[in-house]
């Protein structure tokens, strides 16, 4: 437990679960990921982590202080008011950290009508939620799941290594750079790869995998996703950095990151902490340093490991939900709110 850090927040008891079932979770290792974080600040006896079928019974058999939701809001079988009285019949403020955004936003409503306060991943999405009470929270990396020692860049098996699903932003960039990357040896994995290209393999990796691959690699590509689910409404573009870009620099590999928007420059150093690239020839140079100059391609990956410690784990963002829904419950102390709403209001 870190003491110094739990000083400021007085032994609250918090719940983190999902907004949707773990049947239809592709990404299940956030919620105990975030869950660790907490425990990391609070202690193991202050935080309990269960999937939303269970929750309410927890809520009302634990009475924490927050509950925390992580996920999408696209199924429509989630029993989200079922967790909103649970949350209002234990006194519990309710959180909700939704992180699919841009992609989802036309299910924003969701949390704007059941949330006492949202985080979401997208510093953009933000903006456009009619909720008074929002705020942007970038995905991070797991200190138990992603961190790796670090191997000298000399001895590391492969030169680039990627993994991710074929969209077809990713597709295009790997084609275009097939004839450099097939030239040396790389790992580039996932799924739904066309035949066509030589270097990609159509295989899944668990975290733990992709932690080990990244690790072994003198480079990882970044590529960001390019695909909505429901984001019509206004088609926001994404701006933050995704859990990937957290989760390989914390297990000690030097980043190609195709720069689509400038917050990058926010969470890494462009050139220190962080190689961006906008093409097949940036990847031509960058795969050249790495095999003529891997001193300074280990040092950056140091670099980006270290601050990935400092501030970019579930730790640190645990601290941030903590932080802001204080200011909330002190508010509306202040304020003299009677009674917690049974649904959040929305403010238009």
């Known amino acids: 437990m870190n003491f110094h850090t739990a000083r400021g927040f007085g032994g609250q008891k918090v719940l983190v679960t999902s907004t949707f079932q773990d049947a239809l ?4 290792a956030i919620r105990p990921s975030l869950a660790e974080g907490f425990v990391e600040i ?12 269970l929750a309410p019974a927890v809520i009302r058999q634990f009475r924490p202080d927050l509950v925390v939701a992580v996920g999408s809001l696209v199924p429509d079988a989630s029993d989200l008011r079922g967790l909103r009285r649970a949350a209002d019949g234990a006194g519990a403020e309710l959180a909700y950290w939704l992180t699919d955004d841009p992609y989802e936003f036309d299910y924003a409503f969701k949390a704007e009508l059941n949330a006492d306060i949202i985080f979401s991943n997208d510093s953009w999405a933000v903006h456009h939620y009619r909720h008074g009470n929002v705020h942007h929270l970038p995905l991070a990396a797991s200190r138990a799941r ?10 590391r098996e492969n030169v680039v290594f990627f993994c991710g699903v074929a969209y077809p932003n990713r597709v295009a960039l790997i084609r275009r750079a097939d004839a450099v ?23 899944r990796l668990s975290p733990a995998e992709m932690a080990d691959h990244a690790a072994g690699a003198r480079l990882t590509l970044n590529i960001g996703r390019d695909l909505d689910i429901a984001n019509r409404r206004f088609a926001l573009p994404p701006a933050t950095p995704g859990p990937r870009t957290f989760e390989v620099a914390l297990a000690g590999s030097a980043q190609l990151y195709f720069a689509t928007g400038l917050e990058i420059c926010d969470v890494f150093e462009p050139g220190r902490e962080i190689l961006l690239v906008d093409g097949v020839a940036d990847i031509a140079r960058a ?12 040092a950056i990956a140091a670099r980006a490991q270290s601050r990935a410690l400092r501030e ?12 802001l829904c204080r200011r909330t419950r002190v508010t509306m102390e202040t304020a003299g709110a009677p009674e917690r709403p049974r649904l959040a209001m929305v403010r238009r």
Do not use: M
């Open 181 to 203: 990357l097939s030239r040396h040896p790389v790992a580039i994995l996932g799924t739904d790869w066309p035949s066509d290209i030589r270097c990609a393999t159509n295989r």
């Open 146 to 155: 992603h961190f790796r020692d670090l191997v000298p860049v000399s001895e």
């Open 42 to 53: 609070l202690g193991e006896a202050q935080v309990k982590t269960v999937p939303l079928d």
């Open 312 to 323: 970019h784990t579930y730790a640190q963002r645990a601290a941030r939900i903590l932080t």
């Open 25 to 28: 979770n592709t990404n299940t």
């Open 287 to 298: 795969i050249a340093q790495a095999l003529d100059d891997p001193a300074a391609i280990q």
